[in-house]
């Protein structure tokens, strides 16, 4: 079993930056890809970026490639997602998961989720 719980979300003007956290208990973790996802509202949820079990490979949407980096810390069982440049258009609920595969993008890859946290961009 492994138990996700993302923080770091709030409002943030445009232009601002942020930086959210997903630490996990359980022993599995350094053993699978870590991703992080986004749900606006009224929307579908949508892939924002992956991160190999040992870090070596990275994906991200091409909606925040370039603005948003992800990594992690196995020793804390912590991923991180820094997002920098925020426009209003990132505002959503956003969620980590835990994949058995190495980059998946499809939320269909994840078997653990976190409760989601909200990150809020104002004009």
């Known amino acids: 079993q492994v138990q996700l719980v993302e923080s770091g979300g709030g409002l943030v003007q445009d232009g601002g930056s942020l930086r959210l956290s997903c630490t996990a208990s359980?022993?599995?973790?350094?053993?699978?890809?870590m991703g992080w996802f986004r749900q606006a509202p009224g929307k579908a949820r949508e892939f924002v970026a992956v991160?190999?079990?040992?870090?070596?490979?990275?994906d991200y949407s091409d909606s925040v490639k370039g603005r948003f980096t992800i990594s992690r810390d196995n020793a804390k069982k912590t991923v991180y997602l820094q997002m920098n440049s925020l426009k209003p258009e990132d505002t959503a609920v956003y969620y980590c998961?835990?994949?058995?595969?190495?980059?998946?993008?499809?939320?269909?890859?994840?078997?653990?989720w976190g409760q989601g946290t909200q990150v809020t961009v104002s004009s």
């Open positions: 991160i190999s079990w040992n870090g070596a490979r990275t």
């Open positions: 998961a835990r994949s058995q595969y190495i980059t998946p993008r499809s939320s269909h890859d994840y078997d653990y």
């Open positions: 359980g022993r599995t973790f350094s053993s699978g890809a």
